[in-house]
């Protein structure tokens, strides 16, 4: 009990508990609505972005009877916009094409934000981050009359859309 | 109770209600963001860029979007102006204010004769849905009936 203005008042009565609770709990549930407000589909995006270039490599290899090359532009034979992966651009891919033959080199190929790269080992280490882009891997074997190889895709997109 | 008591009991009370009386407030202009034109366009706008991204050469795409038609309708957005495609990005307009822009990856045409188009349909409860058509073609503009 302590004095107040000459009254006599309990700081901490349930009352006081009750209001600070209310207030709290309102505060707390308006911020998550309103900072949650925010869908966040670069996972999303990333798979889909490394799907479809798994498909089309495996398919596009396949009918040709041998494992796309060097010098293969992967993005527009796979029905990708290859200006998004320009300037600065919010998309990373990389393919690595491992031969099981030893004749043919085997090589690495990069487009897009080569920054993204990092991020990948970060989101990949299962830390949860908001800003960071988003990434997925996918692993396939490619057949071909000389053995085939092995594909790596890495496809990473960070989503950031525009009020116009 | 003595007036003091009263008194006191009286100023917990308004206080209380006072209180109430803001967290609501907090809470309804919360809900209020949530539920606005530019979370709808985001939702949307995405929605539609994925289903790009993730969709085949010469397809067609049908999606709901009878919850973004209620607010369009009460902005006075025609349907036509509410979706806007181009070789990059979906735009979603729903206010008179502002739009909202997502790219798309998928270097798709859509198709310049009906590429988009708009179908109501009511459903046996009597509810009116609204839905969005899209027509893919193939990078070269062409859609499946060879038309540029």
Redesign the interface.
């Known amino acids: 009990m302590v004095k107040i203005n000459g009254?006599r008042a309990n700081l901490l009565s349930a009352?006081w508990i009750?209001?600070i609770i209310?207030?709290g709990?309102?505060?707390v549930?308006?911020?998550l609505?309103?900072f949650f407000?925010?869908?966040n589909?670069s996972l999303?995006?990333s798979e889909?972005?490394a799907?479809?270039l798994a498909r089309c490599i495996f398919e596009k290899s396949v009918n040709a009877n041998e494992v796309l090359d060097e010098n293969t532009d992967f993005l527009?034979e796979c029905?990708?916009?290859s200006?998004?992966f320009t300037g600065s651009s919010r998309?990373f891919v990389k393919i690595n094409v491992d031969y099981s033959d030893s004749e043919r080199t085997d090589f690495v190929k990069k487009y897009g934000a080569n920054a993204y790269e990092k991020d990948c080992e970060i989101t990949h280490a299962k830390i949860k981050t908001k800003y960071f882009s988003q990434c997925d891997i996918k692993k396939i074997k490619v057949p071909d009359e000389k053995g085939g190889a092995d594909v790596e895709i890495t496809a990473s997109s960070k989503?950031s859309?525009?009020?116009? | 109770m003595n007036k003091?008591g009263e008194e006191?009991v009286i100023e917990?009370v308004i206080?209380?209600v006072l209180?109430?009386v803001?967290?609501?407030l907090?809470?309804a202009?919360?809900?209020k963001?949530?539920s606005s034109a530019?979370?709808f366009e985001?939702?949307y706008?995405?929605e539609i860029a994925?289903l790009i991204?993730?969709t085949a050469?010469n397809s067609a795409l049908k999606l709901d979007v009878t919850e973004a038609y209620e607010i369009a309708k009460k902005n006075n957005i025609p349907k036509e102006e509410m979706i806007v495609i181009s070789?990059?990005e979906v735009?979603l307009k729903l206010s008179g204010e502002?739009?909202?822009?997502?790219?798309?990856?998928?270097?798709?045409s859509i198709d310049k004769i009906g590429g988009i188009s708009y179908e109501d349909k009511k459903e046996d409860s009597g509810n009116e849905r609204v839905f969005v058509n899209i027509i893919l073609g193939?990078?070269g503009g062409e859609n499946e009936n060879g038309q540029d």
């Open positions: 009254k009352w009750l209001v209310i207030i709990s309102g505060l549930a308006g911020t609505l309103f407000n925010y869908a589909v999303a995006e889909i972005l799907n479809n527009n029905s990708i916009n200006e998004l998309y989503s859309g525009r009020q116009i | 003091k006191l917990q206080f209380i209180n109430i803001f967290v609501g907090l809470l202009f919360a809900y963001t949530s530019f979370t985001q939702r706008a995405k994925l991204d993730s050469d070789d990059k735009i502002k739009g909202y822009a997502y790219p798309y990856f998928h270097k798709v193939n990078a």
